[in-house]
C-alpha cells in the first residue's frame, strides 16, 4: 500500500510538474510573441516617422515647379554650328558670369532649351531646362555644347574643340572680362573635370560623377570643385570620398551636395514637366500603387529605367501620353528613385557654390 500510495504520489507529482512547465512555457512563448508584435509596431511607427521625415524633406528640396521662373526670365535661345558642333546660348541683360553646360551620354544640347520659333528641334527635358532658367535667372550666361559623339570623349582632341569654341563664343559676345563656370552631369562630368584643365574656371560642378582625378596632374590652381552626387551609387560615392579628399591635400576648396530619393505624388509629373496632361499623371500614379512599383509612402522600389511603365501604358485603353514626353517622365522617374540622373532639385546651393567663388 506504501509503496502504491508512494508511486500515485510521485505519478501526481510529476505530472503536476510537467503541467506547470507546460504552462511556464506557453507564457514565455505568449510573452514573446507579445514582444515580438510591440517591437514590430514601434519599428513601423519609427519607419513611418523616418518616411514622413524623409518626404518632407523631399518635397521642401522638391517643390520648385516648371514654372517656377516665368516671371524672372524667358527661354530665347541662340543656335549656331561651330566646327561641326551644335552650341546653344542666351545671354541675359547685364550678365554677371558665364555657364558652360555639359549633357551626359545620349544627351545633346537641345535638351537643355524649350522647342521654339528660334530652336524647333530643341526637346526641354524637365531637370535641363530648369538648369539653364535658374542660371539666367541668377545673371548668368548660359552655353550649352553638344559632344561630337553619343558620349563626351576624354581625349585632348574634343576638350581642345570645346575650349576653342568657349573661348571663340566668349570673344564674340565681348564677355572676356566675365568669371567662367561649368557643370558636367555623368559623362559631362567627366568631361567638365578634364577641360579644367585646359581651361581655367572660377569654380566647377560634377554631377553623378566622380572625374577623372586619376588620369590628370592637380595642379593648385585647379576650380573650386562640388560634387553633387546619389548616395545610392555606392561606388561613386567612395570615388568621390577619395577624390574629396586628394583635392583637399591639394589646397583645392572642395564641397559635396548629396541628392535623396523622393516619394512621387499624382503631381510629381505635372508639377515637373511643361505640358503634361493632369490625367496622365494621376492616373499612372494609381497605376503604379495598384502594381507595388512605389511603397506606401510613394517612394519608388526600382529605378525608373528597370521599370516596364510604357507597357502599363499600353494596357490601360484610358492612358496614353504624348510621345514627346516619353524620356521626360523618364528623366523624372530616374530623378524620384535618386541613382543616375540630371538634377535641377539642389540648383539653388550649386549656384550659391557659383555665387561664393565668382572673384
Request: proline share 4%; with cysteine.
Amino acid at each position: 500500500m506504501l509503496n502504491n500510495n508512494g508511486y500515485k504520489s510521485k505519478q501526481r507529482s510529476s505530472a503536476a510538474s510537467a503541467h506547470i512547465c507546460r504552462n511556464q512555457v506557453l507564457v514565455m512563448c505568449f510573452t514573446l510573441m507579445l514582444m515580438l508584435v510591440i517591437l514590430f509596431l514601434v519599428f513601423d511607427h519609427i519607419r513611418d516617422s523616418d518616411a514622413k521625415v524623409k518626404s518632407s524633406l523631399a518635397y521642401d528640396s522638391h517643390k520648385q515647379k516648371w514654372n517656377n521662373f516665368d516671371s524672372l526670365v524667358k527661354l530665347h535661345p541662340t543656335r549656331e554650328f561651330r566646327n561641326g558642333t551644335d552650341l546653344i546660348w542666351q545671354v541675359p541683360e547685364s550678365p554677371k558670369g558665364i555657364l558652360f553646360l555639359a549633357h551626359g551620354c545620349n544627351g545633346k544640347a537641345i535638351n537643355f532649351w524649350d522647342k521654339s520659333f528660334e530652336c524647333p528641334d530643341c526637346v526641354g527635358l524637365p531637370e535641363e531646362r530648369l538648369l539653364v532658367l535658374h542660371g539666367l535667372a541668377e545673371g548668368f550666361a548660359v552655353i550649352t555644347i553638344s559632344s561630337a559623339h553619343r558620349c563626351w570623349s576624354i581625349g585632348n582632341n574634343e576638350v581642345l574643340v570645346v575650349k576653342d569654341i568657349l573661348e571663340w563664343w566668349i570673344g564674340e559676345r565681348k564677355l572676356e572680362k566675365l568669371p567662367l563656370v561649368a557643370l558636367g552631369a555623368s559623362s559631362g562630368g567627366y568631361f567638365v573635370s578634364l577641360l579644367a584643365t585646359a581651361k581655367k574656371f572660377n569654380s566647377i560642378v560634377l554631377m553623378i560623377a566622380e572625374g577623372m582625378f586619376e588620369e590628370i596632374d592637380i595642379e593648385k590652381d585647379y576650380p573650386p570643385t562640388l560634387f553633387v552626387h546619389m548616395p545610392k551609387d555606392f561606388y561613386r560615392q567612395r570615388k568621390i570620398d577619395e577624390y574629396v579628399e586628394v583635392l583637399k591635400g591639394k589646397g583645392i576648396d572642395v564641397g559635396v551636395v548629396e541628392c535623396m530619393e523622393f516619394p512621387l505624388s499624382p503631381d510629381t509629373l505635372i508639377d515637373r514637366i511643361p505640358g503634361m496632361d493632369q490625367h496622365f499623371s494621376r492616373t499612372l500614379f494609381e497605376v503604379f500603387k495598384e502594381r507595388g512599383l512605389i511603397d506606401r509612402n510613394g517612394y519608388m522600389k526600382q529605378d525608373g529605367r528597370k521599370i516596364k511603365w510604357r507597357k502599363v501604358i499600353q494596357e490601360r485603353i484610358n492612358l496614353a501620353i504624348d510621345e514627346r514626353l516619353v524620356p521626360h517622365v523618364q528623366e523624372e522617374l530616374n530623378l524620384a528613385f535618386a541613382y543616375h540622373e540630371m538634377t535641377s532639385v539642389h540648383s539653388d546651393r550649386i549656384f550659391k557654390w557659383f555665387e561664393s567663388h565668382l572673384s
